[in-house]
């Protein structure tokens, strides 16, 4: 049973920092590219970043690059999402999602929540102005 559950979510200011972590369980971690997504208010899920099954590729939504940094650690089977300079908008339910590696290995071309077939349950993350 594939279980991925983010926490570190919370509210913050404007300007301030947050660190979103995902365990995941149940699955072969080191063999599945890892991502995070986001839901505002009324709006439709959309990519925020990217990371390859060894760690060494990352990609990001342009909203999001020199503030985010995502990085993964294989012996603890969990992904973070270091964010800083925070704004309003980026306030949204954030989810981490999982695809396997050897079927998608241009992590670059992932950024479609469709190729992702785990997802954990979400965690608030609210920016106050």
């Known amino acids: 049973h594939v279980q991925l559950v983010e926490s570190g979510g919370g509210l913050v200011q404007a300007g301030g920092s947050l660190r979103l972590s995902c365990a995941a369980s149940?699955?072969?971690?080191?063999?599945?590219?890892m991502a995070w997504f986001r839901q505002g208010p009324g709006k439709e899920r959309e990519f925020v970043a990217v990371i390859r099954w060894s760690g060494d590729t990352t990609y990001y939504a342009d909203s999001v690059k020199g503030r985010f940094t995502m990085s993964r650690d294989n012996a603890k089977n969990t992904v973070y999402l270091q964010m800083n300079s925070l704004k309003p908008e980026d306030t949204a339910v954030y989810y981490c999602a999982a695809q396997r590696a050897d079927i998608y290995t241009h992590v670059g071309a992932s950024s479609n929540p469709g190729l992702y077939g785990y997802w954990g349950q979400g965690a608030q993350v609210t920016v106050s102005s």
């Open positions: 149940g699955l072969a971690f080191s063999r599945y590219n």
